[in-house]
């Protein structure tokens, strides 16, 4: 396996994140789905504007979450920022790398853009990992005995806060708040690390089914590369071929799957995909 392989294959998860929660509609329904209502009240969701890499914050975007959003909160400038965390075990740092890269945000504001008032960040964790989460989301709470304390101690104590999303938790009825298509891209999360290739294909099928109760076929086409192609990214020996196979298993339940394949070919999307994979190599190795 060459170095590009192996960057792609460690990087299997972040890119095809990126790739599904890039789109406003995804982004959208998965937070009307995970902020509490008083603070959905403030912000304007239809202001929402994904952050790209540009000649005066690529460096900052290089070492910030994997995608950040503009978004009017109160009427101010604020961002939500969505980081994946994908390892198989319990990563203690991530609170501390969390407000790492917001306290960073802040200081490029002040020191580059001479900004002297901050916008709020929401900080969302999504982790879908095989080991149970069970750290800290609060800084405060790894204080023993941190509310007992007089109020000029808890006062110079900084609030160290994210929101997690635990994926990996989800029971089938969970998915069920969010549109047909989110719950889809959410499982190819959920199942990533399952070994068994009939079961993702089984939850790949039936999610596709009940999306097409409300997209387009157009729609399908797009989200279900994306996820034919996780699928071949999480499983290093599986080829296309394989998954065709274990398609017409199924006894003619998987002809949505096999059309979608088939038009993928036609169209060269497929060929489009590995292109722009690579192009999210090439940024990432600059």
């Known amino acids: 396996m060459n170095n590009t392989e192996n960057h792609l294959k ?33 912000i304007n969701l239809e202001s929402l504007e994904l952050q790209k890499a540009s000649s005066t914050n690529k460096e900052l975007k290089e070492i910030f979450f994997d995608l950040i959003y503009k978004v009017q909160i109160n009427n101010q400038e604020g961002y939500i920022s969505f980081l994946l965390e994908h390892k198989s075990y319990k990563d203690k740092l991530t609170i501390f790398q969390v407000h790492k890269y917001i306290l960073e945000f802040w ?84 199942y990533a690390f399952e070994e068994n290739l009939e079961v993702v294909l089984r939850v790949f099928l039936l999610a596709i089914k009940e999306a097409e109760k409300e997209e387009s076929l157009d729609t399908l086409i797009y989200y279900g590369e994306i996820y034919l192609k996780y699928i071949e990214l999480t499983n290093s020996q599986l080829k296309e071929e394989d998954i065709r196979e274990e398609i017409r298993k199924l006894d003619g339940k998987g002809d949505v799957t096999m059309g979608i394949l088939e038009q993928i070919e036609e169209r060269g999307i497929k060929k489009a995909y590995k292109k722009a994979y690579k192009r999210e190599l090439k940024k990432e190795n600059k």
């Open 107 to 190: 200081t490029n504001m002040v020191k580059k853009e001479g900004k002297k008032e901050l916008p709020i960040i929401i900080p969302i964790v999504i982790y879908h990992g095989q080991e149970k989460w069970n750290l800290k989301t609060d800084l405060r709470e790894m204080i023993p005995g941190f509310h007992d304390l007089p109020e000029y101690f808890k006062e110079r104590v900084p609030v160290f806060k994210h929101e997690l999303i635990n994926i990996k938790e989800y029971e089938e009825n969970d998915f069920e708040k969010y549109t047909k298509l989110t719950a889809m891209m959410l499982k190819a999360f959920k």
């Open 10 to 42: 460690t990087n299997k998860h972040d890119l095809t994140f990126k790739e599904v929660f890039s789109q406003k509609r995804i982004a959208e329904d998965f937070l009307k789905n995970n902020i509490p209502k008083e603070a959905l009240d403030i």
